[in-house]
């Protein structure tokens, strides 16, 4: 009984930390942010590098593709989706449809020109079919005109979509989004901000070993469709006789008409 504290005493005690132990757990604390904030960087840098793996690793599949088919092919983006998927043509020679303009040609444009073609050839082909007097004998001439036999090689090239099932479904990452794409026969970059959902990009593959030159950069997404600019963006670039690519953290202003 005698060791006992004093109720006074033993109410002092117990009524809360001092001075000295609430210095020392602050001090704790701060010392732990000071490891763990770095390493939420580098834990978003990882992640979109993982992410954007599979990506990478379609590009070369592409341009594979192309050379062992001896067919050209085409990698589509949706920007605002990070949707995109494989098409090919039969076609050796054909326009890439994009120099003029800062997006690509849509359905609606292709059907356009295609209709805007076969009524310009018929046009054509009937003139063609007119004879022509030879002014030395009289004779009635019919000429077999070389155009009216190149029609299919002069019809915008159709373009069929890859349908085997390593080429289904494939997006960048329900968290990523294309803000923009700029390629080789491009005029002026793809902007989402400009195009909005109606933002598509084409990359080309050639089967003589070739890739467009062409970069993207690639944020998070924040709202459906927008960038979410509280985080950092990335850049991936094409090199264009290796099929391989390079990806960067930040934006980067590469000139692809550049040989790299």
Known sequence: MHNSLPSGRRASHNSGFSLLEIIAVISIIAV???V???NFGMRSKGEIFSKLGRLRSDIRAAYDEAVLSG??????????????????????????GGQSMTGELTAEDVESKNAEFEETFERYAELAKEAVTDPSSGEKITIASPVLK????LRPAKWSRVKRGEWKKRSLSPELIISRFMAAHHSEPVVLEDLGDEAV???YFFPAGYVENAMMHIYYQGDPGEVDESEPPFTLRTHSHEGGTSLSDGLEEIDVNEER
Do not use: D, I
């Open 32 to 34: 732990a942010m000071t």
């Open 36 to 38: 763990v904030l770095p």
């Open 71 to 96: 067919q050209a092919h085409r990698l589509v983006f949706h920007l605002a989706s990070g949707r995109y998927w494989l098409e090919t043509t039969k076609r050796k020679n054909f326009y890439l």
């Open 150 to 153: 190149a029609k299919e090689s």
């Open 201 to 203: 990009a084409h990359l």
